[in-house]
């Protein structure tokens, strides 16, 4: 018993089957412009795995514009030490802040692996966290159970969990954050 016999696809046949993939793409792109997306889209949350100091958090992805290595800083005089300064971000002044700082009020020892998460926020702000891990994709965050062991001083700042690889994660609220360390005042 011989082997099926596959046949190559002629130049028209092959042009063809390409624009047959690119109308779907375009389909596809438009049902999920107009809101109509899938079931399991609807039930995926998309988040960014940082560190503040060891401890691992979840950020919303959809609030966030890009990562970058620390960038070269222009001291602000007369605010705390979590605003580390302004960056050139693209022709705009960005406000970046010590994260690990603005939380716990105090610097984490170890810079060696920062990294500023660029919020897609308006105001648009530099997060300086300890460390960036992965884009993890999961169910929707819940409301945070007692169960999840936080730092007092991070509790506040923390809006749910999720469950990645069996683990529960916590989530932090940006637009809090955003407003309170743009909104700061003087004592």
Partial sequence: MSAPLTRNLTLGESHQHAFERLLDYDNRAQIAASGQQ???????????QVNLGSMP?????QQLAEVLSPPVLTP????????????NHYGRLLPVVDLYGFVFG??????????VIVTDTEPCVGLVVSKLSHSVRTAPPVAKEPSLELDPALNRWVSGQTHHLGTAMAVLELPPIIDAVTHWKRN
Avoid: H, K, V
Wanted: aromatic share 10%; hydrophobic share 40%; no cysteine.
């Fill in 106 to 115: 105090r610097s984490w020892p170890d810079a060696s692996s920062n990294r």
């Fill in 57 to 61: 958090l979840l950020l919303p992805q």
């Fill in 76 to 87: 602000i005089p007369g605010t705390p030490a979590w605003i580390l300064g302004l960056a």
């Fill in 38 to 48: 899938s079931r399991e889209m609807q039930s995926t949350w998309f988040g960014l």
